[in-house]
T-cell receptor
Framework: NAGVTQTPKFQVLKTGQSMTLQCAQD?????MSWYRQDPGMGLRLIHY???????DQGEVPNGYNVSRSTTEDFPLRLLSAAPSQTSVYFC????????????FGPGTRLLVL | GEDVEQSLFLSVREGDSSVINCTYT??????LYWYKQEPGAGLQLLTY?????DMKQDQRLTVLLNKKDKHLSLRIADTQTGDSAIYFC?????????????FGTGTQLKVEL
């Protein structure tokens, strides 16, 4: 199993540009999430999904969209990037039943100029 | 809502024990986690405990939970230079909340020779 994979590893955007951060898992996990990590603030939940076709907002959803058309993929879209979205983004997944362990991807570093 | 707090820094000598502390506010049944993040990497789950337990030991790691004070600690015995990292405390309610992990700000552990 590859686990949770994220692409790209690093991205530089200009203010107003759009992009999609990719996340995929091959463990057949129902639950997937996106977090952002900022210095001194830990990780904060952006959006999450409890299964294909179902998504919900987390703590800091503004400026981000998600979709879950398959169990494996959970892309995060920035429609119009802002400097405040400069951060490290982590995708995570776990099973619904007995899923105490949440698996994290390696992260995407995003710089918005 | 839930809140998780940690001290920001801890410095120890190699071979000593490290104790990283965390407090949380959720009053419901909850899972409590310790994650390790090395520089430039994602989060690695170290251990977790359910809120009805007092202690959990796994090799060099000991987790202690004071339910009355909502205080969680992670003790690392015989701390090594490879233990230098950021350690995150996180909690997730047993019911409701979807896939939401609430993280502390992280404790930077520095191990000196």
């Amino acid at each position: 199993n590859a686990g949770v994979t994220q692409t790209p590893k690093f991205q530089v955007l200009k203010t107003g540009q759009s992009m999609t951060l990719q996340c995929a898992q091959d463990m057949n996990h129902e639950y997937m999430s996106w977090y952002r990590q900022d210095p001194g603030m830990g990780l904060r939940l952006i959006h999450y999904s409890v299964g294909a076709g179902i998504t919900d907002q987390g703590e800091v959803p503004n400026g981000y969209n998600v979709s879950r058309s398959t169990t494996e993929d959970f892309p995060l879209r920035l429609l119009s990037a802002a400097p405040s979205q400069t951060s490290v983004y982590f995708c995570a997944s776990r099973t619904r039943v007995g899923g105490e362990t949440q698996y994290f991807g390696p992260g995407t570093r995003l710089l918005v100029l | 809502g839930e809140d998780v707090e940690q001290s920001l820094f801890l410095s120890v000598r190699e071979g000593d024990s490290s104790v990283i502390n965390c407090t949380y506010t959720d009053s419901s049944s909850t899972y409590l986690y310790w994650y390790k993040q090395e520089p430039g990497a994602g989060l690695q789950l170290l251990t977790y405990i359910f809120s009805n337990m007092d202690m959990k030991q796994d090799q060099r790691l000991t987790v202690l939970l004071n339910k009355k004070d909502k205080h969680l600690s992670l003790r690392i015995a015989d701390t090594q230079t490879g233990d230098s990292a950021i350690y995150f405390c996180a909690e997730r309610p047993l019911t409701g909340g979807g896939n939401k992990l609430t993280f502390g700000t992280g404790t930077q552990l520095k191990v000196e020779l």
